[in-house]
């Protein structure tokens, strides 16, 4: 079945140091990706999605592109803030009618003054 | 516009008792989705509702159920819980075909003892 492989934190950062998240992902068809954030005692929001091969998804600084060749679809930024912490999770859905989301373990993210 | 609510936000129930949790998407969104987070498994699908049919289910015992009303909401059911039942519980929304984007609520915690 599908699957997203996520690195796992705790990841703690600097402010203004760069962030990469790695996540990778198995499945058959043409999947789309996303990246949700969940900040503590909250639900989940969607940071960025991408929907074919190639795309880019942006919002807040936070970027990540939809690599085929190597099914990846890695979370960067390039200078994290402290309201930035929270965990992160790659997630996709398989298409072709469905639309269940496969969800990475998630990764905190712990940015200090 | 009002986002994804989810009542009540905190429940405590005992081993063997039921318990009912309800979900009210976005406006104009008709599938609903619900999910269990828990620390050791993450986030796992349960269910999918669209114009209220179960078009898609995860793999849980069938304790779990759920519905889906004309208005769009939703609830969801557990019979019988178990201690290993206590997690968020968090319902997502979505207009379904549009590039598989969900918005999540809050979450229910719920609490077997």
């Known amino acids: 079945g599908d699957s997203v492989t996520q690195m796992e934190g705790p990841v703690t950062l600097s402010e203004e140091a760069f962030l990469t998240i790695n996540c990778t992902y198995t499945?058959?068809?043409?999947?789309?990706l996303f990246w949700y954030v969940q900040y503590p005692g909250e639900g989940l929001q969607l940071l960025l999605k991408?929907?074919?091969?190639?795309d880019k998804g942006s919002n807040k600084g936070f970027e990540a592109t939809y690599r085929k060749e190597t099914t990846s679809f890695h979370l960067e930024k390039g200078s994290v803030q402290v309201s930035d912490s929270a965990v992160y999770f790659c997630?996709?859905?398989?298409?072709?009618?469905?639309?269940?989301?496969?969800f990475g373990k998630g990764t905190k993210l712990s940015v200090i003054p | 516009k009002a986002g994804v609510t989810q009542t009540p936000r905190y429940l405590i129930k005992t081993r063997g008792q039921q318990v009912t949790l309800s979900c009210s998407p976005i406006?104009?969104?008709?599938?609903v989705s619900w999910y269990q987070q828990t620390p050791g498994q993450g986030l796992q699908f349960l269910f999918e509702?669209?114009?209220?049919?179960?078009?898609n289910k995860g793999n849980f015992p069938g304790r779990f159920s759920g519905r889906q009303f004309s208005n769009s909401r939703s609830e969801m059911n557990v019979s019988t819980l178990e201690l290993g039942d206590s997690a968020l519980y968090l319902c997502?929304?979505?207009?379904?075909?549009?590039?598989?984007?969900?918005?999540f609520g809050p979450g229910t915690r719920l609490t077997v003892t």
């Open positions: 997502a929304s979505s207009i379904r075909g549009q590039g598989g984007e969900q918005y």
């Open positions: 499945a058959t068809g043409y999947p789309s």
């Open positions: 991408a929907t074919k091969a190639d």
């Open positions: 997630a996709l859905t398989p298409g072709a009618g469905s639309y269940q989301l496969t």
């Open positions: 406006s104009g969104h008709r599938s």
């Open positions: 509702y669209f114009s209220e049919t179960q078009r």
